[in-house]
């Protein structure tokens, strides 16, 4: 204090009128002139730290010689203030340049010797410095002077420094800061955490019905952090989620021992605040963490408040703009799998034409041949021939073409049969756990496809444990209303109204957001053997039956699929044992149809060696012709349903029309009960799926007659 004081007595009037000046640059300015002249140094000046890092200082006052205005801006690195802003005072009363030869300031200035002390807040945080520097080396007088002075005017210009930054965050905090979404909740969350000095803030959304929290943005000692998910039971947001708010002034790790995340802390005043929007919507939760007590005017401070209304606009605003984003992607995914779909299904519905060919001369090959090796190899070819049909029905139902009978389906018996079914096949290391509700309403859909989408997810959620020991759950459940599906992936359309859903969840490794882009693209697989089929024909089975699925992962932590089905508004028919019931023979006319010429050659052959009469035309307006000729001897129709020109439905039409009754068999590689307009069911003795074995056409054409 004796440097002021003797500085009272040299020139009152100026150490009063620094002492009563107003608060800002005023007095920013009176003091780095009052201290150049009372320690007798060359220049003073006042620098606040700046930077993300807070690596570099900018200029706010300076006393001395005209030349240096404030505003200037230099970088810490390699100078005598990176010292400084460590925490502890600084003086070099002599040699300062060679003590700092990379100090290019120090050079172009001629200084030699340099005093210097950090400004704090009031966590103890820098925030900026105060700064002698002189032209020659200070005499040891001189020194402690100069230091005396340091130190008596520190609190006030800090003061003054933690006053600035507070107006300049409480103007970013109300008037937005310059951009939105997630950036503009990350420079909030800065602004309030330095505005209210506190160890750390975040704010958070809650998911999966507050189960679960993610940070939208973290603040820990003055820098972003990370954002992460965290559980939300035995935390202080569990609890502010059920009031509105939580303040704990001190002990918080001793009121919530499970919370993890305060112990790494070392949390000592919590406040916690769900902030809403203007319809009263919970949009997210504002955490203020200490490692000290936290005062209670803290809770009604008008920052926190500012913050919450901000922040609750600006989640609003985000939520918004990932749905607009999210009806993007799905429009452009539905676009792109409508057109792998119609590839697919051209190319099944081609190649079951083929298959025909090959499957009936192969049949009727082996039924001629004696045993022997060339019978086997008849054999061989009708079995190869079986599993390019089985492939060309997965891509079929990709494309959502396949035949489908549609009843009311009880789809809890139908995963407890399938998860049994397959215990055997899967990993020993997998446990099958079922979580079935009760009273669960059926579905309209045909149960053969389910059946496949059941297994084909138990079977991908099996080998997603990769052997290791893990837990696949299967749960169905009535769903009433909409959930919340922000944090997953859909595809298809999500049904409204009443709806089944079926979970199927593992614990094995999860994946990334790279691989659920293409997870349901037909022929994309992440296992070495797999055909990528699997999920791709289940997508395409659940949107044909009017459907939708949605996905969600996290590497790590396991993968759930969500099958959300319409509700059928009947029960499920009551099991019956199977009868066996044998047709006997018959003597009649077949009226083979389809315009492929091999298909037409192969069921013509197989027919007759079964004893049939059969005629057959390339066409419908051919048939029709036939049928006009010689309608009373054709006792069955062999009807193609999808032939270009005068099409199968159109031929139907007109059979049906002209010669009400005479059985039609439909038969087609992309066409069943499940495509036909459903005024024409009746009108359909049976159908027939491409391609088919010699029995199964025999069946189908005496299935027709009584």
């Known amino acids: 204090m004796s440097g002021i004081l003797s500085q009272l007595e040299e020139d009152p009037a100026d150490l009063l009128a620094g002492l009563t000046a107003p608060a800002g640059d005023p007095f920013l300015r009176w003091v780095t002139g009052f201290l150049q002249r009372a320690s007798g140094a060359d220049y003073a000046f006042v620098g606040e730290l700046r930077g993300e890092d807070l690596d570099s200082v900018r200029v706010l006052a300076v006393g001395g010689p005209d030349g240096w205005a404030p505003g200037f801006e230099y970088g810490l690195a390699d100078t005598p203030c990176c010292e400084v802003v460590s925490g502890k005072p600084c003086f070099h009363p002599r040699d300062v340049q060679a003590l700092f030869p990379e100090d290019a300031l120090l050079r172009e200035m001629s200084i030699e010797s340099y005093a210097g002390t950090p400004l704090l807040d009031g966590a103890g945080r820098p925030v900026g410095l105060v700064v002698l520097l002189g032209k020659r080396p200070w005499p040891g007088e001189r020194c402690d002077r100069a230091l005396q002075m340091l130190a008596a005017f520190r609190p006030r210009i800090e003061a003054e420094l933690v006053g600035r930054r507070v107006e300049r965050e409480l103007e970013l905090i109300v008037e937005g800061a310059g951009s939105t979404g997630e950036d503009a909740i990350s420079a909030l969350t800065l602004a309030l955490a330095r505005a209210l000095q506190v160890k750390c803030t975040f704010v958070c959304e809650r998911i999966e019905l507050a189960a679960r929290m993610r940070t939208l943005s973290l603040v820990v000692d003055g820098r972003l952090r990370p954002d992460f998910e965290f559980d939300c039971a035995g935390t202080p947001c569990e609890a502010a989620y059920d009031t509105g708010c939580v303040f704990v002034p001190s002990g918080v790790c001793e009121r919530f021992p499970e919370d993890d995340v305060l112990r790494g802390l070392d949390a000592d005043g919590y406040l916690g605040i769900v902030f809403f929007d203007g319809s009263g919507e919970a949009q997210g939760h504002l955490g203020l963490v200490h490692d000290g007590p936290l005062s209670e005017e803290l809770q009604e401070h008008p920052l926190v408040k500012v913050f919450a209304a901000r922040a609750a606009s600006e989640v609003k605003r985000m939520r918004a703009e990932h749905a607009r984003l999210e009806a993007e992607r799905r429009l452009l995914q539905g676009q792109r799998l409508e057109s792998l779909g119609l590839l697919a299904g051209g190319i099944a519905h081609d190649f079951n034409n083929l298959l025909v060919g090959i499957l009936g001369h192969a049949d009727i090959l082996r039924g001629a041949l004696p045993e022997g090796t060339a019978r086997d190899r008849a054999k061989a070819i009708i079995g190869a021939s079986e599993r390019a049909a089985a492939l060309c029905k997965e891509l079929l139902a990709y494309a959502g073409r396949g035949s489908r009978h549609s009843e009311p389906v009880d789809l809890n018996a139908l995963v407890t049969d399938i998860s049994r079914l397959l215990s055997l096949s899967i990993s020993q290391n997998c446990e099958v756990r079922r979580d079935l509700a009760a009273d669960l309403p059926a579905v309209d859909g045909d149960s053969a496809q389910l059946q496949q989408v059941v297994m084909n997810l138990i079977t991908n959620a099996s080998e997603a444990l990769a052997d290791e020991p893990g837990v696949v759950t299967l749960s169905t459940k009535c769903r009433t209303s909409d959930e919340d599906l922000f944090d997953w992936t859909s595809i298809g359309q999500v049904p409204t109204g009443e709806c089944v859903v079926l979970e199927v969840r593992d614990s094995g490794a999860g994946f990334g957001a790279n691989v659920l882009q293409r997870l349901f693209d037909p022929f994309f697989t992440t296992k070495s053997d797999g055909r990528g089929l699997g999920l791709a024909s289940a997508l395409g089975i659940v949107r044909g039956h009017g459907g939708a699925v949605c996905v969600r992962s996290v590497p790590g932590a396991g993968t759930t699929f969500r099958i959300v089905l319409p509700a059928s508004t009947q029960q499920a028919p009551a099991r019956?044992?199977?009868?066996?019931?044998?047709?006997?023979?018959?003597?009649?006319?077949?009226?083979?149809?389809?315009?492929?010429?091999?298909?037409?050659?192969?069921?013509?052959?197989?027919?007759?060696?079964?004893?049939?009469?059969?005629?057959?035309?390339?066409?419908?307006?051919?048939?029709?012709?036939?049928?006009?000729?010689?309608g009373g001897r054709v006792d069955c129709v062999l009807l193609d349903w999808a032939m270009p020109g005068f099409s199968g439905e159109a031929t139907l039409l007109e059979i049906k029309r002209l010669f009400p009754s005479i059985p039609v068999v439909i038969s087609s590689g992309d066409a069943g009960s499940g495509q036909l307009p459903r005024t024409e069911l009746s009108a359909v003795a049976a159908f027939l799926d491409k391609p088919y074995t010699a029995r199964d056409l025999v069946s189908a054409i005496l299935g027709t007659f009584p």
């Open 576 to 630: 019956e044992e199977a009868v066996d019931e044998s047709s006997p023979s018959v003597a009649a006319t077949v009226l083979v149809v389809d315009d492929q010429e091999m298909v037409r050659d192969v069921a013509c052959t197989v027919l007759e060696l079964n004893g049939f009469d059969v005629m057959s035309a390339g066409g419908g307006r051919e048939a029709l012709a036939l049928l006009e000729e010689c």
